[in-house]
T-cell receptor, first 111, second 116 residues
Framework: AQSVTQLGSHVSVSEGALVLLRCNYS??????LFWYVQYPNQGLQLLLK??????LVKGINGFEAEFKKSETSFHLTKPSAHMSDAAEYFC?????????FGAGTRLTVKP | GAVVSQHPSRVICKSGTSVKIECRSL??????MFWYRQFPKQSLMLMAT?????????EQGVEKDKFLINHASLTLSTLTVTSAHPEDSSFYIC????????????FGSGTRLTVV
């Protein structure tokens, strides 16, 4: 069965610092992988998705994620954090038509 | 891009009443609709999956008679919370899958349900 594990329920970085949000997946077939962001009181917004094309996926707002099959990982990174990046981030995996989400990582950005 | 309109965004209802949440795909055909709920500080939980014209498939532990899902057309799916109770208070989100949208999932904006 497909699943994702997000390591770290809370991550705090300083403004301008590197953002690294970790996601490991489990899938019996080559998966589709997603990162979503949820700002307070808003719905989910797709940051990026991996669909078996390039292993390095670039998304919106300067985020990118690299698919590493050997490590079954799909970590999300951003070189320089901005205050507006503070939000909840969800990693998700999909095999067929279903989608399973990780528990989420709350990102806090300190001035 | 693809848009899913979800209404209402917020609703407060009395215990024992029913609430209907709608999700409409505005510019594409949603062949499959997923309904999620999110408890505070927790991840989304898939409640059910519905394909247009078919009965919804519910996840284990989700009461199908309490959470009625209708997906009668390719552009509209509804979730009705029947005889709502305070423990049903949650954030409900729909997600539409279009087979003609490059494997794109489009989420609604969510509905915050509060049962008092």
């Amino acid at each position: 069965a497909q699943s994702v594990t997000q390591l770290g329920s809370h991550v705090s970085v300083s403004e301008g610092a590197l953002v690294l949000l970790r996601c490991n997946y489990s899938s019996s077939v080559p998966p589709y992988l997603f990162w979503y962001v949820q700002y307070p009181n808003q719905g989910l917004q797709l940051l990026l998705k991996y669909t078996s094309a390039a292993t390095l996926v670039k998304g919106i707002n300067g985020f990118e994620a690299e698919f590493k099959k050997s490590e079954t990982s799909f970590h999300l990174t951003k070189p320089s954090a901005h205050m507006s990046d503070a939000a909840e981030y969800f990693c998700a995996v999909s095999e067929d038509n279903d989608m399973r989400f990780g528990a989420g990582t709350r990102l806090t950005v300190k001035p | 891009g693809a848009v899913v309109s979800q209404h209402p965004s917020r609703v407060i209802c009395k215990s024992g009443t029913s609430v209907k949440i709608e999700c409409r795909s505005l510019d594409f055909q949603a062949t499959t609709m997923f309904w999620y709920r999110q408890f505070p500080k927790q991840s989304l939980m898939l409640m059910a999956t519905s394909n247009e014209g078919s009965k919804a498939t519910y996840e284990q532990g989700v009461e199908k008679d309490k959470f009625l899902i209708n997906h009668a057309s390719l552009t509209l799916s509804t979730l009705t919370v029947t005889s709502a109770h305070p423990e049903d208070s949650s954030f409900y989100i729909c997600s539409a899958l279009s087979r003609t949208n490059n494997y794109g999932y489009t989420f609604g904006s969510g509905t915050r349900l509060t049962v008092v």
